[in-house]
């Protein structure tokens, strides 16, 4: 009855979501999993991929079973095939979230961890959405979130950690040099700071921050903005005691030399820093939101619609994201 509880949000009903969430059954973890999603829907692609799966409603004042999966049960808009997408059940979707949230704010939930969705076939149901990370900080009322990504690194992803945080996210290539302003990364970076050291029990963080341009502008020749922007940001907040390094250039920043010692890296942008991350972790890397009032997990990769149902789909980002917003909550 101690152990936190972690609302577990089963995304988009055709993708993989339900059966990743099946597969964390009889699974031991250090909370109470609570998975928000149709019950049916869930314990049908369960049994399409092969997975022995026993279902518990949820009842908050009872004690948990860990040989059971618990099911906050929301029922389908309509029924819902692996592999296409429905808009008749976008909002279905993003009730999940609302409740996982709610659940969150109000304390019944420790942390909430989410599979994955489908931007567009919310953004066709009429919803405009560019995504968890967005959604999550409208509905909370924060002005301003960070997008981390993270895994263990190595041949078995049991070396250490990458943290690959980004200054700019969703947002077409052009547009991203006007959207670094001295204003926004000094929030940016006063984010990350302070999520190392309260989410993750790091006394004083070590970030490495990449340069917006090639060898990080050569000293002007390249591009302005990491004189005119980026170093002084960076000056400033060493100035309060921030332990930060850079600009470095992005094509030599992700070396040991540099990582070793490091607990985050800033990318500028988002295909700047990602493609290292995914690279190095893929199948155990994990999407964290920094920022918010409440704490909030996600795998990193998308729905996956070709494998939902085929018993394919690997549930390792998802165990890893459950397991990091546990230890974040211990925090």
């Known amino acids: 009855m101690n152990r936190p509880r972690i609302a577990v949000t089963s995304g988009e009903p055709a993708g993989v979501g339900p059966e990743l969430c099946a597969a964390l059954c009889g699974r031991r973890f250090a909370a109470r999993l609570v998975v928000l999603g149709d019950a049916g829907l869930i314990a049908e ?20 079973d860990d040989s059971a999966l618990e099911v906050l049960h929301s029922p389908l808009a309509v029924p819902s095939t692996a592999g296409r997408l429905d808009v008749a059940n976008a909002r279905y979707v993003l009730s999940l979230l609302d409740r996982a949230r709610d659940g969150c704010v109000n304390g019944e939930f420790a942390a909430m961890v989410t599979a994955p969705l489908h931007k567009g076939v919310i953004n066709d149901a009429g919803v405009p959405f560019s995504g968890h990370t967005e959604y999550l900080a409208d509905s909370t009322g924060t002005p301003r979130v960070v997008m981390m990504l993270a895994g263990r690194t190595g041949a078995n992803a049991d070396g250490p950690w990458l943290r690959v945080a980004l200054a700019t996210t969703h947002l077409p290539l052009s547009a991203v040099p006007a959207a670094i302003t001295r204003e926004s990364l000094t929030q940016t970076l006063r984010i990350l700071d ?17 340069g917006l341009n090639p060898h990080a502008g050569e000293s002007g020749h390249m591009g302005r903005e990491e004189i005119d922007v980026i170093t002084p940001v960076l000056d400033a907040l060493r100035a309060e005691g921030m332990h930060l390094e850079g600009p470095l250039p992005a094509d030599t920043l992700f070396v040991p030399r540099h990582l070793d010692g490091a607990d985050a890296v800033l990318a500028m942008f988002h295909d700047q820093g990602l493609p290292v991350l995914k690279y190095a972790t893929f199948g155990h890397g994990i999407n964290i939101t920094l920022g918010l009032p409440i704490i909030r997990t996600s795998v990193d990769h998308g729905t996956a619609l070709d494998l939902a149902g085929s018993g394919r789909a690997d549930a390792s980002s998802l165990v890893e994201a459950v397991e990091a917003a546990i230890a974040m909550s211990g925090h």
């Open 45 to 64: 692609r369960a049994q399409a991929a092969g997975l022995q799966v026993r279902l518990r409603a949820y009842d908050p004042a009872s004690d948990a």
């Open 194 to 210: 302070a999520d190392l050291r309260t989410r993750f029990g790091i006394a004083r963080p070590h970030i490495v921050v990449a």
